[in-house]
């Protein structure tokens, strides 16, 4: 094992080590404040960033992304003249930051053990992949720094950087199709940054501060904008539909990248945010954001059945799942944010997982599509227990995803009394989770179909490839244990039908198999091949161009009632 | 323990190795109200896996043997194959033509003959009743298949595809 | 019921100018071995609505010759032919063997030099 | 204690009800039927047959979903959560579409989309009725529910969505397109022989009873009126499978779909109002 | 549907319309072709019932111990085949006999069983006649 | 991207079919996109024993076997052609009683498939409905003949039994009955939601498309195509019975339920007519010498156009049987019929063709 691998490791378990101290050192909230130094270099990194941007933008020519850097620039200015005279501390760790931090360092550290394998069996330089490798660390200081920070200028600037981290991580590759869809990632999430700065304005305008925690304990029902255009943020951020596109186009990048930027890390941002809001939304604001959201989570899945590309399908479902998330904080009751924050936690392993895998196929199996995937129990009987263990986690119980989607209608249910609208929410709801699990198990499916005679084919996968898929199984099986101590389901509900399930068919296998003779499958009395192929759901066009205007308008309403 | 049982609960699956229709029509009537076979418990399953009985009508043509023997193969044991209508029995009408095998028992063993052409439903009923005593006696021994192709023409024997046809009367006929 | 002799070469051009698809209906092809090892090739027709208005168009033929297809002008045609291949072993254009018959079979069962 | 033994005997029930209807349809199409007991005799003849199987996982995968669904049945004997029962029941189908989808046989993969779609259909209106229960009630648990009033009323319009459920479980015309005899030979179960089909078989049972528990939740905690829906929903259920064809996947999903979502939704925001 | 509704629904409380079957059996017809019986004493031998069977399922075989009919000159004696016949009647409608020597009931034949070997007995008789 | 067709294969064994044939549908989910079809599971040679093995007064009861359900189509179809060559002219009474089977026939051959294709469809009340009446007309089949299915009726001269006044109302019986509950098919067929969507609109085959492809019966008057071999041939005296011919214009699987309807109560009329009008006179003439010359026949069956072509050298061998059945010329069309359809919907389309291979293959 090379140095540079061991430190690698070295210093995830570090960093590892010390998100799990922190969440049992400092149980209670922690607050810093940050020297001047600080306020004027990041300042002076944001101009610089803008700066990147736009130059990036005149480059490629790219109109959308000089627009939007331009705006921003106007804006950032239009805050820096503005000076709010109520201030907070700059840095505050709360729960949510604890377990985020759980997220951020576990996961994305084990991804990255992962992505050194990976990163060696491309044919980029010795330098690139080495900065690719650096980059990832980046990015998980930018991911650490941003949920612990309360100062929404510092959170506009590690906005912005993550949007650098992406910008560049999709466009690593280097090719037209990369550069592309980089800079569509560019553009897009670049209004974030321009929601972001409209808050920032209206936040001092109105409340004459830049911190969350002031913002959210002074806000009044009747005047919002700030946190509605910190809503939109996190919308973008979340990939919610209509800004799907970029975190779909952000799959051409190298299967890590997808991973820890795309699905398990970043895009949790959204639901963050989200969370830190929920306190100062009222009704109006809550209702829509849980409408926008589940139906982002129902659109989503829906979406998702049409596709065959295995990494947009997760995409996909990482979209709507976090709109679901999104939704859950924003109802905001104590069990719909423990459902939330177990969907994160759950949604980031079991994704993570799954990208693994992609990544395992692509390398090993050169595999991209779900249609060429069956027979692959016979390949790599491995590989497939762990696509299975994946999609398994995010439906089936015992796994957090089922307990939080369980949660999820409880608290929907609950809220309906209030607001009859949120019948509408639970009918996203309903709907949208049965098309993840048809979602999943087409896929699933595909993979069980054998292919009785290609035996031999059995492929060996490397080490560090299945040592981090272990090690999430390992966090998987962890998180069922704590949600079981946690006594989310009861015991009589969990455990017998588990033990049944699993018992007493095995039980009946050993007793009648070894009488029993095998036949050959049912052909009509024919005795010729037959041709399986998965069944697949197209969308029009014009479905998605609904579900697209569908979802603006959602947006649009939000920011529409909120200034009325 | 279970034998008794059998008797009770016979589901059927039909093939139709070449015949005129005539028998397989019958089939359907005595499904049908009138005679109702389900009274016995019968049910057409369409499914050779999980059948008892296999009603096969026609005298077997080429092209369907393989798939008798593969749809035979396919009913777990035991199982009772009942010849269903003259030709299927003993090729009928259709004995010695040349695209067919003279009777259902040249492929695979037959338990049950019911004549006629066409049968009726109520000599259909009586051949499954009969083929339900067959059935609880049955062990659960698999029956082989006699033969698969033209692998041997000759069976106990006898010759099933004769080189000449044999023609009836022929000989001293001429006008 | 009238029978038209055409030979194998004309046949086409013969069926094409005779056949309106909405007037007359193709009803088969039809072989009829005779003596010498000569086969009768039939292509019948009835024309629709008429009373008792069959026309026969037949050529006479070697089992060797190469019988020309009418499949392009009659899509229905296709099935007939294949039965002529089957039943007399004979080669028409564009059309496989195996309609009815397995390897194993009698095969060309109909043909002249039967019995 | 009673409840243990209602678990316990609820496939045995299932089995009687079963025999019960094959008889109420042969009536109902002028002929005589098989006796009551027919459903028995055809499980012990399976149990004495030949062991076939295709592959294990099939097998297992098809003694799973019998499990599972028992345990769904248990579960609402026992009085457990609404939801949570649901959940356990979608459980016990992916079994089934899992083990549809193991063989590599065509007309076992049609079914096991079908299911899949099928599944699309009902599990929402199944689950807004959870939700229905819960407005009423305050609870998910069932055995809450079954100690209050008769929910019929307030329910009513989930109760007919839930009518249009029914067919699909029990696959049942027009609703039975996941089996559909005719076309793909019985979808799922067509590979399961002897007693391998035995589970399937009983499983069938119990999905009678799942249905019929369902339909008793309704009643709350009365009980005449429980019998009364019981006779009334088996009499129509039969009728209406006597007198239609099966519809095809495409309308199933669009009618359940489209008539259960509104009847559900109008329902829920009735029940806000009150 | 309505109707359909409203027939079943009826239907439930009418007799059905099963004839249970092997309980109660069903008078054949006068007129029903089944099987084709005959009347040694009155046969002459002709076998023009042989010769107009379609699938040959009247054979006449030469017999160690024919019988006492002296029409019966090449000590033949007759086989019918109920498995093989079509019940068409035209053995009948060539013999010049009618109802004495040959003639068509309306049994019903029975079903036979594997020990009865209808088609390889049958096998024996063809090659028999063939080889006389 | 990898292929995404599936091919759904159906039959030789399949539930859904009565008979051997396979059909392979390649279809992308259920939509079929190409079709490939094996008719051939039940050729058994019969043409060519016709030639070699039976002499020709007893191949009427061999060809009656090429088909069981319209085996009377068949042996009248060999039995005018012998009786073509031979000369025989047969009496008025016969000529009657040979329509009345026919269409007592082709009732009970209707009735079957319509039977079948409710079943199809998944309807299976509707299936035993008019399977238990169709025993109607199969009692006075067996009265008339002596038997359900293969009625050996005809002999070349004329018939083999005269129909008896117990028997003519016995018909007049059971046809009203018939006639009565062919109504109420009709209503089923035109009303129920779920036979709508199944049977209007599924599997149509256009009136071009029915002249192209040559279709014939049913399949083509559902389409609007006036062709009944009825109308076209003058051995028999069906315009004198009261034959109208039935057309519809949908095309589709309900338009061809309909014309079956229609062609049941047509039919049933005609019978009327015959017993109610039968000539007195024998019922048999007998034929002289041996067929010799060639002669083409042809027939209506249930299914369409029969069409028989006999050559006689005055022995009692002939030299050439060649029989050409309905379903065998209909294939082409069915063929492009299921083109686009869905695969549930193929039995019903399959059934409502109302295909019969025993004949195609023969
Ligand atoms: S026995 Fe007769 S009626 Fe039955 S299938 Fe054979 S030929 Fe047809
Ligand atoms: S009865 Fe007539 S046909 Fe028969 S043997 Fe005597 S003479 Fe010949
Ligand atoms: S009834 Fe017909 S088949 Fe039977 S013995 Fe007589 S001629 Fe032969
Ligand atoms: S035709 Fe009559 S008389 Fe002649 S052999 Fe036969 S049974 Fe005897
Ligand atoms: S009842 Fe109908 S579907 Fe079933 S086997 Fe018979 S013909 Fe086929
Ligand atoms: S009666 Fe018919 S089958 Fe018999 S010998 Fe004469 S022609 Fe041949
Ligand atoms: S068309 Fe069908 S029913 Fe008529 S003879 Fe041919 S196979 Fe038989
Ligand atoms: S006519 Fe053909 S398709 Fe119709 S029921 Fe008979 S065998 Fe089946």
Redesign the interface.
Known sequence: MRLKNLSVIAFVMVLSALSLGNIFAYGVPFEMNLPDVFHNLFIFLDAVVLLYFLWQGILFKHSYVILFALVQMLLYGAVMLLSPSVVSSDILVDNISSVMYLVINIVGGIIIVFALEYIESETFTRVRKNSFIAMLFFFLAVMNFIVSTNNIEIFFLLFELTTLCSYVLIGYRGDELSKKNALQALWMNQIGGVAILMALIFSILQYDTIYFDVLITNSEPLYLLPIVFLVLAAFVKGASIPFENWLLGAMVAPTPVSAILHSATMVKIAPFLMLKLFPAMSGFVSLTVTLIGTFVFFSASLLALSKDYFKEILGLSTIALLGLMMALAAIGTPEAITACLVLIVFHAISKALLFLQAGILEKSFHLKYVDDIDGLVNRSPLVVFFIIIGFASLTLPPFGAFIAKFMAIESIAGEIHNNPLYVFALIFLALGSVFLTLLYFKVMTKLFAKEADNKSQYVKISKYYTIPSFLLLALLVIGVYISFEREFLSSLELVVPLLLIAVVPLLFATLLFQKADRVKEYNCGEKDEIQLSMYYFHMPRNVQLTISVLATLGMWILVLGVLL | MYEKYRKKSPWILHYNAGSCNGCDIEILAALAPKYDLERFGVINTGNPKQSDIFLITGPVTLRSRERIVELYTQIPEPKVVVAVGSCSCTGGVFRDMYNVEDGVDRYIPVDVYIPGCAVSPELIIDGVVKGLDILEQKTKEMEKPFKLFQEATTKDGITSRRETPLRVGEDNEKN | MRKIEVTLENVREEIQSFYEYNKWHFLTINGVALADNILEVQWIFSKYEAMDEVIIFFAHAKYADLIPSVADIIPSAIISQRELVDMFGVVVEGSEKGLYLDEDSLQAPLSGCRI | MIEMLLILFAPLIGGLLYGFERIVRARMQNRQGPPLLQPFYDMYKLIDKQAFIVNPYHSILGIMHFVTLWIVVAFIILGQNLLYVIFLHLLSTIFIILAGFSVKSIYSHIGANRELLAMLAYEPILIMMAVGFFMLNGSFDISIIREKEASLFPLFLLFLAYLTVIPIKLKKSPFDATEAHQEIVGGVEIEFSGVFFEFLYMAKWLEYIFVYLLLFLFAGNNILLATALFLIVFLLLNLIDNATARIKMNHLIKIVLGVGITLGMCNLLGLSYV | MIQSLIKAFTNLFKKPQTIDYPLTPIAKDKEYRGLIEYGEESCIYCLKCEKACPPGAILFVKTENPSANEKNKKALEYNYNPYLCIYCGECVRACPKPEEALWQSNKKPSVATKEDKVNDNWFVLERLKKES | ????????????????????V?FKFECE??KIITVDSD???????????C?????FD?IG??VA?????C?ITHSLSYTVAIEKLLGTEISVKAKYLRILLLELDRIHSHM?CLS?T????????????I??D??LV?EIQ??L??????F?YI?IGGV??DLSSEIAQKIRQNLYEVKQRAL?YR??FT?????S??FKGIGALSLDDA????A?GPLARASG???DVR????YLPFSEVGFVMQTHKAGDINARNLIRLDEIQNSIKMCENIVNGLPEGDIFTKPKG?PNG?A?V?FEAPRG?L?Y?V?GNA??ML??V?I?TPT??S???FSHIFVGE??????AILASFDP?L?CT?K
């Open positions: 991207m990898s292929k995404k067709t599936i091919n759904i294969p159906i039959g030789s064994q399949h539930i859904a079919l009565l008979e051997p396979r989910n259920e008719v051939g599971f039940v050729h058994r040679g019969i043409e060519r024993a030639t070699t093995k039976f002499k007893g009861y061999v076997r090429v088909c069981g359900l085996a079957l079948h409710c079943e199809s469809a998944g309807f299976e009340a509707m299936f035993m409905r399977m238990g169709r025993e199969m067996e009265l003949t002596g038997n359900r299915i293969q050996d002999s083999n039994r109420g209503e089923e009303n129920n939601w779920s036979l969507l199944k002249y192209r492809f040559n014939i195509l006036h062709v109308n076209e041939i003058n041996k060639e083409l042809r156009e069409m072509y050559k022995t009692a030299e050439r060649r050409k065998f010329s294939i082409p069309a869905d695969y549930a919907d193929v039995p019969c025993s293959a």
